[in-house]
């Protein structure tokens, strides 16, 4: 049987909904009425809201305007494309997201009422859980690859690889070196003299970091274009007049403005080092009549928020300086935080295994099985909250994320024969890490992380001093 565990409540089109992930990590809603019971989504219903939260732009960076109550968004381009239709690809998500048990397998999808079912009675077949038991069947699945046929291609077939370690499958070379990567874009002639500079730095910083896969971006390296536009052509191609460049992994083409210098340490230098890291990660090509995809998103878990922060994280990790402006900021502060108390994880790791892999090791970490994933989920849905005028959400719904943030920082920095005021300095750390850079409109009940800490330090032994207001 499937248990579902509650993600967070939203508000969205004057409707209130629950959200749960399923024990293999799928997407479950379900309307909450005004007497308190719940109902399943009309599929129309349930499209249109699919449709929206997938139609959210990922941002990189948020440029603040005084002269504007709002702020102003900066869009990344994202990958498969901007804007989303109700294509049949997402009818088939409505549908994958009902068939997961028999009674909703059941449901006449083409009715047009509203099917109202009381709580207790869905309780019986969806367990409302905040902890699972532990069973090997809730326990996450890595991705590792997969082997599909080609549709219409006989005796052609597709493998999606999600781990590095299976890449030997379609590769029959083990390691690359600074000087293969700089031959390639030496002898690639879709790449311009006056790009080429930019790509040995990238190859330079990326080799320097121990124990990256580089077997990819070598690949990429083979065919990549470099497509230098002029600025109304650039916001042609990203629909964004601040974009500085992008990355389209179907075409394996990176677009950059023309004349335009990419200087070290500015903004427009990392965007272009985040999007190279990329093709460090994710790449399309053809070998021997099979379409090899590697991804870094998988079938038990995916999330664009969680790779981009990732992404974000190794590419300033590339840099000889320090640089805490980082695209997607605070939801990469939010996972810097998990590596740095994580001893079973490094950010390199995720040039060689897929998201499901990091948040096993997350789950190895703190303890808690098929756990890390409902936290993704949370600052996803936060994300999405923050820029969308059309999902409301409560504050309290993203304490479980903070309790979990604390809890593992608390335990890697608070120790019980500290004195309250230190562990006051170390929670104001915790608070600056998350906060750095991060706009006020996130409305982050930081209140909450003081009443966390008094009752942390209770638990633990330190006695709570009473703070003056």
Same mark, same amino acid.
Not at 87 to 113: C, G, V
Not at 153 to 174: H, N, P, Q, T, W
Not at 217 to 245: H, R
Not at 385 to 403: G, K, N, W
């Given at each position: 049987m499937k248990n579902y565990r509650k993600v967070m409540q939203f508000k969205f089109k004057n409707n209130t909904y629950n959200m749960y992930l399923d024990n293999k990590n799928k997407h479950f809603f379900l309307r909450c009425n005004d007497d308190g019971s719940l109902s399943?989504?009309?599929? /129309?219903?349930l499209i249109v809201l699919c449709n929206h939260l997938k139609s959210i732009p990922y941002v990189m960076n948020i440029v603040k305007d005084s002269s504007r109550s709002k702020v102003k968004f900066i869009p990344k381009v994202i990958l498969k494309g901007i804007s989303i239709v109700l294509t049949p690809l997402i009818m088939m998500t409505a549908w994958e997201q009902y068939k997961s048990h028999e009674r909703i397998k059941n449901f006449q999808y083409l009715r047009s009422d509203v099917t109202t079912t009381e709580e207790t009675d869905i309780d019986s077949y969806?367990?409302? *859980?905040?902890?699972?038991? &532990?069973?090997?069947?809730?326990? !996450?699945? &890595?991705?590792?690859?997969?082997?599909?046929? #080609?549709?219409?291609?006989? /005796? %052609?077939?597709?493998?999606?690889?999600?781990?590095?370690?299976?890449?030997?499958?379609?590769?029959?070379?083990?390691?690359?070196?600074?000087?293969?990567?700089?031959? &390639?874009?030496?002898?690639?002639?879709?790449?311009?003299?006056?790009?080429?500079?930019?790509?040995?730095?990238?190859?330079?910083?990326?080799?320097?970091?121990? /124990? &990256?896969?580089? #077997?990819?971006?070598?690949?990429?390296?083979?065919?990549?274009?470099?497509? $230098?536009?002029?600025?109304?052509?650039?916001?042609?191609?990203?629909?964004?007049?601040?974009?500085?460049?992008?990355?389209? #992994?179907?075409?394996?083409?990176?677009?950059?403005? $023309?004349?335009?210098?990419?200087?070290?340490?500015?903004?427009d230098y990392q965007v272009i080092f985040h999007e190279l890291s990329h093709a460090l990660r994710t790449g399309i090509w053809d070998k021997n009549g099979t379409e090899v995809r590697v991804q870094v998103e998988g079938f038990n878990y995916e999330n664009t928020i969680t790779a981009e922060a990732l992404n974000s994280i190794f590419t300033v990790n590339l840099f000889d300086y320090k640089e805490r402006d980082v695209a997607y900021q605070l939801q990469s502060n939010y996972h810097q935080i998990f590596l740095e108390c994580m001893d079973n994880y490094d950010i390199v790791d995720y040039t060689k295994h897929p998201l499901s892999y990091y948040a096993k090791k997350?789950?190895?970490?703190? /303890?808690?099985?098929?756990?890390?994933?409902? @936290?993704?989920?949370?600052?996803?849905?936060?994300?999405?909250?923050?820029?969308?005028?059309?999902?409301?959400?409560? *504050?309290?719904? %993203? %304490? @479980?994320?903070?309790?979990?943030?604390?809890?593992?920082?608390?335990?890697?920095?608070?120790?019980?024969? @500290?004195?309250?005021?230190?562990?006051? #300095?170390?929670?104001?750390?915790?608070?600056?890490?998350?906060? +750095?850079?991060?706009?006020?409109?996130?409305?982050?009940?930081?209140?909450?992380?003081?009443? +966390? !800490?008094?009752?942390?330090?209770?638990?633990?032994?330190?006695?709570?001093?009473k703070r003056s207001r």
């Amino acid at each position: 049987m499937k248990n579902y565990r509650k993600v967070m409540q939203f508000k969205f089109k004057n409707n209130t909904y629950n959200m749960y992930l399923d024990n293999k990590n799928k997407h479950f809603f379900l309307r909450c009425n005004d007497d308190g019971s719940l109902s399943y989504l009309t599929l /129309g219903e349930l499209i249109v809201l699919c449709n929206h939260l997938k139609s959210i732009p990922y941002v990189m960076n948020i440029v603040k305007d005084s002269s504007r109550s709002k702020v102003k968004f900066i869009p990344k381009v994202i990958l498969k494309g901007i804007s989303i239709v109700l294509t049949p690809l997402i009818m088939m998500t409505a549908w994958e997201q009902y068939k997961s048990h028999e009674r909703i397998k059941n449901f006449q999808y083409l009715r047009s009422d509203v099917t109202t079912t009381e709580e207790t009675d869905i309780d019986s077949y969806i367990s409302f *859980q905040e902890e699972e038991e &532990v069973t090997e069947e809730n326990d !996450l699945v &890595v991705d590792t690859y997969v082997t599909i046929p #080609r549709i219409g291609e006989e /005796g %052609y077939k597709r493998i999606l690889i999600f781990d590095s370690a299976y890449l030997d499958m379609v590769l029959d070379y083990d390691t690359v070196s600074l000087e293969d990567l700089k031959e &390639v874009v030496k002898n690639n002639p879709k790449i311009s003299d006056s790009f080429r500079p930019l790509l040995y730095e990238y190859c330079e910083a990326v080799t320097k970091k121990d /124990g &990256v896969e580089l #077997r990819v971006l070598y690949e990429n390296l083979k065919t990549l274009e470099v497509v $230098e536009c002029s600025k109304s052509e650039l916001i042609t191609k990203t629909l964004s007049v601040d974009a500085c460049g992008c990355y389209i #992994r179907t075409e394996n083409k990176i677009y950059v403005l $023309e004349n335009h210098e990419y200087k070290k340490g500015t903004w427009d230098y990392q965007v272009i080092f985040h999007e190279l890291s990329h093709a460090l990660r994710t790449g399309i090509w053809d070998k021997n009549g099979t379409e090899v995809r590697v991804q870094v998103e998988g079938f038990n878990y995916e999330n664009t928020i969680t790779a981009e922060a990732l992404n974000s994280i190794f590419t300033v990790n590339l840099f000889d300086y320090k640089e805490r402006d980082v695209a997607y900021q605070l939801q990469s502060n939010y996972h810097q935080i998990f590596l740095e108390c994580m001893d079973n994880y490094d950010i390199v790791d995720y040039t060689k295994h897929p998201l499901s892999y990091y948040a096993k090791k997350l789950d190895e970490f703190t /303890g808690k099985d098929n756990y890390a994933t409902v @936290m993704f989920e949370l600052i996803d849905m936060q994300y999405k909250d923050f820029h969308s005028t059309s999902i409301e959400t409560e *504050q309290s719904s %993203y %304490y @479980m994320l903070y309790d979990y943030i604390m809890e593992m920082y608390f335990k890697k920095y608070i120790t019980s024969d @500290m004195i309250y005021e230190d562990a006051v #300095r170390v929670k104001d750390e915790l608070l600056d890490k998350i906060l +750095y850079d991060v706009p006020e409109e996130y409305n982050i009940d930081v209140n909450y992380f003081d009443r +966390y !800490l008094d009752d942390y330090c209770t638990r633990i032994g330190i006695e709570v001093v009473k703070r003056s207001r």
